[in-house]
């Protein structure tokens, strides 16, 4: 069975971890080029002076741009999340939003600097926004890509 977009979005939001996390996984794309993420705020995902807690406004950024580049790409590209980086604006308070794109012409240009078995480290931000679509934190994720060595083997 294929996963689609709204089978993942719905897995994802039921996944434990998210699920206890306050986190939804609002939508995929038809094409997988965007990924609409929400951290609910509430007494399990809140610090100590109520606000948003750093490791919940991290954790609903982990999986998406690998994600998305892995499902553009396709099986025989090893794809994979390496580290991140957080930037606190302002405390966030209610239904926090990220919104996760990898444009065509990127995983494009991506699949073309694999090709061969070649080692890609790709950078990509986002931002989390309030309801009132103020910046709560900026958000950069770091995606290893590398065609798988089966590939690159048969095409030397």
């Not at 206890?20 to 002076?49: K, M």
């Not at 209610?94 to 950078?123: H, N, S, Y």
């Amino acid at each position: 069975m294929r996963i689609t977009p709204r089978r993942l979005a719905w897995g994802m939001s039921l996944w434990l971890p998210n699920l206890c996390s306050g986190i939804r996984v609002r939508s995929f794309s038809a094409d997988w080029t965007v990924a609409v993420v929400e951290l609910h705020v509430n007494l399990l995902t809140r610090n100590y002076v109520k606000t948003a807690f750093g490791g919940s406004m991290s954790a609903m950024t982990d999986p998406y741009f690998f994600m998305l580049v892995m499902h553009q790409l396709g099986r025989d590209y090893v794809v994979w999340d390496t580290r991140g980086e957080i930037e606190f604006v302002k405390p966030g308070h209610g239904v926090l939003t990220a919104r996760f794109e990898v444009p065509r012409e990127r995983a494009d240009d991506i699949r073309r600097r694999a090709e061969g078995g070649a080692k890609v480290l790709e950078w990509f931000d986002t931002e989390i926004t309030d309801r009132s679509g103020d910046v709560v934190a900026r958000v950069r994720r770091e995606v290893y890509i590398r065609e798988k060595r089966r590939v690159s083997d048969s095409r030397a």
